[in-house]
């Protein structure tokens, strides 16, 4: 995770490590239980730390010695992500398939969904970078979620099947529209960018324009 001009790296013991060029210095001892994501925040100097103790944490780059904004959650956690553009909302992903959100103003709860076919974690989160769709990854199924500006999810839009083995990561892409596309769905959209990669077991899922 790039913040300023650091990178910051959790660890399974929980701790959150700073690097600069090949020094290496521990920030804190972050949660009691391995660390599984990190996310920085897209305008802020703040990031965020999701764990196996049922907590995210949100934290100052600039100022990582003072305590943490903490969100407790129902279960471990196992990826989070800042909702986008403006960042005005956090998604948790759970290693039950559940899916969270919650303002960042003040963590309270904003909506829940589970994702993939209830066997996995939700491994990986991902918001469309100009907001209006959330990713999920779960097991060998990635979900496309419609979410409204303020972070609560609306629904299932598109679900993406095939992967030869467990997602572990999932990003988003711009891809130019095709000249009859301007009429195509969402889930379309989703479902072909899905089929152009998937022998690669990586999952890409197009923003539709």
Do not use: Y
Not at 74 to 83: Q, R, S
Not at 177 to 202: E, H, I, M, Y
């Amino acid at each position: 995770m790039v913040a300023v001009d650091k990178v910051v790296v959790g660890t399974i013991g929980g701790e959150v490590w700073s690097v600069t060029g090949e020094r290496a210095e521990r920030l804190v001892a972050a949660h009691a239980r391995r660390v599984d994501a990190l996310a920085p925040h897209p305008i802020r100097p703040i990031f965020a730390t999701a764990a196996w103790d049922a907590r995210v944490c949100v934290w100052s780059v600039e100022r990582p010695a003072e305590p943490p904004r903490v969100w407790r959650l129902p279960g471990a956690a196992t990826a989070v992500c800042f909702g986008l553009p403006d960042g005005g909302w956090l998604c948790a992903g759970l290693k039950n398939g559940g899916v969270l959100t919650a303002t960042l103003a003040d963590l309270a709860p904003l909506s829940e969904a589970r994702a993939g076919d209830g066997t996995g974690a939700a491994v990986a989160v991902a918001c469309a970078p100009s907001g209006g769709m959330l990713a999920v990854g779960a097991s060998r199924v990635v979900d496309v979620f419609r979410v409204d500006a303020s972070g609560r999810v609306q629904g299932l839009l598109a679900r993406c099947r095939g992967s030869s083995s467990a997602i572990r990561t999932i990003d988003w892409f711009r891809s130019p529209p095709a000249p009859s596309a301007t009429g195509a769905s969402a889930a379309a959209d989703a479902r072909d960018a899905w089929a152009v990669v998937q022998a690669l077991s990586l999952i890409h899922i197009s923003e539709p324009t």
